[in-house]
């Protein structure tokens, strides 16, 4: 079973093949296919072997499909100061893709 950390959206995501993650809100359709580079690790449990990049990988590629594209739950912001009365709620719901890694594939050499 092979494993990779691969880097988008300034944030970093263990992923197998076949797993679903939500990262944040990538370009393309809902059916597109995508393809990381920011490939950061990439770990063979069965041969117990792993590459780390220094900081990349190259030759590495993970590729993955686009499910949904949406919008996270909401935050909410709130100030106070005391004794001033003031008071400022705000919500965020900051968008998100859905996104199934396909494959993990290493360049032959």
């Not at 263990?14 to 990262?23: A, M, P, Y």
């Not at 920011?38 to 792993?50: G, I, Q």
Request: hydrophobic share 30%; glycine share 10%; aromatic share 4%.
């Amino acid at each position: 079973m092979h494993f990779a950390v691969i880097e988008t959206g300034g944030k970093q995501y263990l992923v197998r093949k076949g797993s679903k993650i939500s990262v944040e809100t990538v370009q393309g359709k809902e059916g597109d296919t995508l393809t990381f580079d920011n490939v950061l690790l990439l770990a063979d449990e069965t041969k117990h072997s792993c590459e780390v990049g220094k900081p990349k990988l190259s030759g590495v590629k993970v590729t993955g499909k686009i499910l949904s594209h949406g919008k996270r739950d909401k935050v909410r912001v709130a100030k106070f100061k005391n004794k001033v009365r003031y008071r400022r709620n705000r919500g965020h719901r900051q968008p998100h893709s859905v996104i199934e890694i396909t494959s993990l594939a290493k360049a032959k050499e």
